[in-house]
Antibody, heavy 120, light 111 residues
Framework: VQVSESGGGLVQSGGSLRLSCAAS????????MTWVRQAPGKGLEWVSG????????YYTDSVKGRFTISRDNSKNTLFLQMNSLRPEDTAIYYC??????????????WGQGTLVTVSS | QSVLTQAPSASGTPGQRVTISCSGS????????VYWYQQLPGTAPKLLIY???QRPSGVPDRFSGSKSGTSASLAISGLRSEDEADYYC????????????FGGGTKLTVL
């Protein structure tokens, strides 16, 4: 089982980035997926989750209306479209597999993370 | 400020049993499963406990979880130096159309 993030980088405040998470080694359509972030020196913050089918999505309040989670089940890939980025969005973004088809706290499989830096 | 409350630090000596607590409310811990994660410096978090007290395959039985009402605890017995890490609790929260909440984390120091 493997999940691997990509797409991080340096962006100016107000800009956009699209993160991707490639999954392999398991039946992607059987698992919800989640994005979790960690600002430098800070704790974990759940960002967003999507059900296995993709028909339901959930967000933490601070990113609602700015971030969009989606998945392409034909390509075993999870996405996070991040618009109107703010300096406080600077963090390592982790992709994690859920334990079931419904969104729950992240399961055992996490990626290595991708760093997003938003400059002011 | 995190929705789930954890003490920022804890400590113990090798061989000792330590407990890390996580306090929530009726909308999260009180009505949903609790998860626990271990994060070593510079690495991704690792799932230690799911569904309040279940260990994934490969997690030593020195780690155990429990829940009572709106609080949960992670116990580590036979403390080892390699257990020095940050520990986080998490749960689904039924409020605001549903979301996951994390605790602020507890830094465990092995003296």
């Amino acid at each position: 089982v493997q999940v691997s993030e990509s797409g991080g980088g340096l962006v100016q405040s107000g800009g956009s980035l699209r993160l991707s998470c490639a999954a392999s080694g398991f039946t992607f359509t059987n698992h919800a997926m989640t994005w979790v972030r960690q600002a430098p020196g800070k704790g974990l913050e759940w960002v967003s989750g999507i059900t296995a089918s993709g028909d339901s999505t959930y967000y933490t309040d601070s990113v609602k209306g700015r971030f969009t989670i989606s998945r392409d089940n034909s390509k075993n890939t999870l996405f996070l479209q991040m618009n109107s980025l703010r300096p406080e969005d600077t963090a390592i973004y982790y992709c994690a597999r859920g334990g079931s088809t419904s969104v729950t706290p992240p399961g055992f499989y996490w990626g290595q993370g991708t760093l997003v830096t938003v400059s002011s | 400020q995190s929705v789930l409350t954890q003490a920022p630090s804890a400590s113990g000596t090798p061989g000792q049993r330590v407990t890390i607590s996580c306090s929530g409310s009726s909308s999260n811990i009180g009505s949903n499963y609790v998860y626990w994660y271990q994060q070593l410096p510079g690495t991704a978090p690792k799932l230690l406990i799911y569904n309040n007290n279940q260990r994934p395959s490969g997690v030593p039985d020195r780690f155990s979880g429990s829940k009572s009402g709106t609080s949960a605890s992670l116990a580590i017995s036979g403390l080892r130096s390699e257990d020095e890490a940050d520990y986080y609790c998490a749960a689904w929260d039924d409020s605001l159309s549903g979301h996951v909440v994390f605790g602020g984390g507890t830094k465990l120091t092995v003296l």
